[in-house]
């Protein structure tokens, strides 16, 4: 089984890998786990540079007692001197999952069709799974469950936005996305989030979005592989920026890194509103809760 978005899960299985993060996440340090992915490797393919990513699933895997292979641009063939079919193939007879942090989501869902062992997406131009998994891990963490939580997302409409809007209309979050014209979830993605019965709001106006939010969510407006649309985009996002006016004493999250003095200001992101943190410290938990679920399924 592949998890290339949110969605490659049944909310039932959702579930399953959410509480299977909390379990893990309770018994960490306890060594209980250290023999769950005994002898088995992960093999790490990263386009895109990476601090969370990375050390999490690396660490995760030690902790589990596993193994991760670091896999970097110069390191493998990866579309250049190799077609990514055969890069698959080649894995997927040495490893047991397949981690890949790629620019495009074509190539993870190429990855996933040949190789003979789950393909997790650890970010793509169109998604962001693992994120997602964390900051539901997170958001339940706060408020119990996810009954009656409304989150508001501010900011760009980007991956880790797409991913967001499947995975809360999967739990049943109350979602508004609040982005400039221009910037919003693409159409399949709201669809999506419609056939599990509960399609976000969207609106363009940041204070409407806020208003009635339990949690706001925000992320870089010039994310990795934008940088000439920079210039362009700081204006397009001006009124979009989470200050603590705008937050009040809601929840602040955010998937970092955080470009400070732009989508958030740096006391906002330092108040003790901020659960950015406790956010990151899961991507660690919610990975290694997926992990093992993976295992199971073999």
């Known amino acids: 089984m592949d998890i290339l978005d949110v969605d490659d899960l049944t909310t039932d299985e959702l579930t399953t890998v959410l509480d299977r993060a909390a379990a893990i996440k309770a018994d960490h340090g306890e060594g209980s786990q250290s023999d769950l992915l005994?002898?088995?490797?992960?093999?790490?393919?990263?386009?895109?540079?990476?601090?969370r990513t990375r050390v999490s699933f690396e660490t995760g895997m030690t902790q589990l007692g596993g193994h991760a292979v670091f896999l970097g641009p110069d390191d493998i063939h990866l579309g250049h001197g190799e077609p990514v079919k055969d890069t698959a193939r080649?894995?997927?007879r040495y490893v047991d999952f397949i981690m890949a942090r790629v620019f495009d989501h074509a190539d993870a869902e190429e990855l996933a069709e040949y190789a003979e062992v789950p393909v997790i997406n650890g970010l793509t131009d169109d998604a962001h799974p693992c994120q997602t998994l964390a900051?539901?891990?997170?958001?339940?963490?706060?408020?119990?469950?996810?009954?009656?939580?409304?989150?508001?997302?501010?900011?760009?409409?980007?991956?880790?936005?797409?991913?967001f809007v499947i995975g809360a209309a999967m739990v049943g979050l109350d979602l508004t996305v609040a982005t400039p014209e221009g910037y919003g979830i693409a159409d399949d993605v709201a669809d999506r989030a419609a056939a599990f019965g509960n399609a976000p709001e969207t609106t363009h106006d940041p204070e409407a979005a806020v208003a009635d939010a339990d949690v706001v969510y925000s992320d870089v407006?010039?994310?990795?592989?934008?940088?000439?649309?920079?210039?362009?985009?700081?204006?397009?996002?001006?009124?979009?920026?989470?200050?603590?006016?705008?937050?009040?004493?809601?929840?602040?999250?955010?998937c970092l890194p955080a470009h400070r003095g732009e989508e958030?200001?740096?006391?906002?992101?330092?108040?003790?509103?901020?659960?950015?943190?406790?956010?990151?410290?899961?991507?660690?938990?919610?990975?290694?809760?997926?992990?093992?679920?993976?295992s199971e399924q073999a």
């Open 264 to 294: 958030v200001t740096d006391d906002a992101i330092e108040s003790e509103n901020a659960v950015v943190w406790d956010q990151a410290e899961n991507r660690l938990h919610a990975q290694k809760g997926l992990l093992v679920w993976l």
């Open 221 to 254: 407006w010039v994310s990795m592989g934008q940088e000439d649309q920079r210039g362009q985009k700081l204006e397009d996002f001006e009124g979009f920026q989470i200050t603590t006016n705008l937050l009040g004493d809601r929840p602040f999250m955010h």
């Open 38 to 51: 005994d002898q088995q490797t992960l093999g790490m393919i990263f386009e895109k540079p990476s601090t």
């Open 135 to 163: 900051d539901l891990l997170t958001i339940r963490e706060q408020f119990g469950d996810f009954e009656d939580v409304s989150v508001a997302w501010v900011g760009d409409g980007n991956n880790v936005c797409q991913s």
């Open 90 to 92: 080649a894995l997927g």
